[in-house]
T-cell receptor
Framework: AQKITQTQPGMFVQEKEAVTLDCTYD???????LFWYKQPSSGEMIFLIY??????QNATEGRYSLNFQKARKSANLVISASQLGDSAMYFC??????????FGTGTRLQVFP | DTAVSQTPKYLVTQMGNDKSIKCEQN?????MYWYKQDSKKFLKIMFS???????INETVPNRFSPKSPDKAHLNLHINSLELGDSAVYFC?????????????FGPGTRLLVL
């Protein structure tokens, strides 16, 4: 079974608008971490934001926020005030009891003027 | 200063050759990883090392051998390269290998096997 599911292969958003990238996860472990990474066309993997399973508040980092709904097992990334430089692949990932990150298939975001 | 660095950035080679990719981190982290990103952009862990000790060894052909001379370095050696090994290989590191520790990635090495 897929541990991390990103159902949107591609998304378009206009500059300055907000966009939500979906991520659902599957685990029976009460302790886990959820991460979002950005991969621009240049190829590097850039860490954006983290949410722990015990965190009560949604994580925020600048224009990025993570909409964490534990009961629904979803960890959507919200990007506010989109910029052209936000065009990239976005990966959701989870870490359970092992050291490894399990990644979703990614969502390609295109920001247009 | 680069936190996690990899060399080379690009690697083009013939089938059957042996090649190495080097990774270094200057973050003082205890744990280092190798991930493979295939042509469909799917990322999957290959190995992890904590303080030079192998922790994770996913189902990877034994032609791939990681080596960690010290906790700041994790190299990947690949024997008898095959066409299917063409991919982007990412090195990453994190502190202490805990659930809540962020993994920071290197820039990737794009391997093309002809």
């Amino acid at each position: 079974a897929q541990k991390i599911t990103q159902t949107q292969p591609g998304m378009f958003v206009q500059e300055k608008e907000a966009v939500t990238l979906d991520c659902t996860y599957d685990t029976s472990d009460p302790s886990y971490g959820l991460f979002w990474y950005k991969q621009p066309s240049s190829g590097e993997m850039i860490f954006l934001i983290y949410q722990g399973s015990y965190d009560q508040q949604n994580a925020t980092e600048g224009r990025y926020s993570l909409n964490f709904q534990k009961a629904r097992k979803s960890a959507n990334l919200v990007i506010s005030a989109s910029q052209l430089g936000d065009s990239a692949m976005y990966f959701c990932a989870m870490r359970e009891y092992t050291d490894k990150l399990i990644f979703g298939t990614g969502t390609r975001l295109q920001v247009f003027p | 200063d680069t936190a996690v660095s990899q060399t080379p950035k690009y690697l083009v080679t013939q089938m059957g050759n042996d090649k190495s990719i080097k990774c270094e981190q200057n973050l003082g982290h205890d744990t280092m990883y190798w991930y493979k990103q295939d042509s469909k952009k799917f990322l999957k862990i290959m190995f992890s090392y904590n303080n030079k000790e192998l922790i994770i060894n996913e189902t990877v052909p034994n032609r791939f051998s990681p080596k960690s001379p010290d906790k700041a370095h994790l190299n990947l050696h690949i024997n008898s390269l095959e066409l299917g090994d063409s991919a982007v290989y990412f090195c990453a590191s994190s502190q202490a290998g805990g659930l809540f520790e962020t993994q920071y990635f290197g820039p990737g090495t794009r391997l093309l096997v002809l």
